[in-house]
């Protein structure tokens, strides 16, 4: 069965908002699997740019969208965004739509997201 999502990225310098759908593996484990590839497979894991790269790349079956509403079947939603501060981060945070439903839960708040990947990964070494 497909959990599809939306992963939206914002704030990155250079690249305006972006949101991409995937149709698998969508669920937060999926989601943290994703993340996790992206960061290993990223030149310098603290470069923002590298890091939307290397996501874009590993995820050759991703739909770029208008707008997140356009997934109107998506079950789960990410925001992934750079918070440009003194040490500059990634963070994300996480929705569920349940089947039948038009609103988002929030599954989690704003998080680091290496603290992402380790609490969906558990036994993935932090990024």
């Not at 908002?17 to 969508?26: I, P, Q, S, T």
């Amino acid at each position: 069965m497909a959990t599809r999502a939306v992963y939206s990225f914002t704030g990155f310098p250079g690249t305006p908002e972006r949101h991409l759908y995937l149709h698998h593996d969508g669920y937060p484990t999926g989601a943290a699997w994703r993340f996790a590839v992206a960061l290993r497979d990223a030149r310098d894991a603290r470069d923002a740019s590298a890091f939307f790269s290397a996501f874009l790349s590993t995820q050759h079956k991703a739909e770029p969208l208008a707008s997140p509403e356009q997934a109107a079947d998506a079950e789960y939603r990410y925001q992934v965004t750079f918070v440009p501060r003194a040490h500059a981060q990634l963070q994300v945070q996480c929705w569920r739509r349940l089947p039948g439903d038009d609103s988002w839960s929030q599954r989690c708040t704003p998080m680091a997201l290496a603290t992402f990947i380790q609490r969906f990964l558990p036994g993935e070494p932090a990024p």
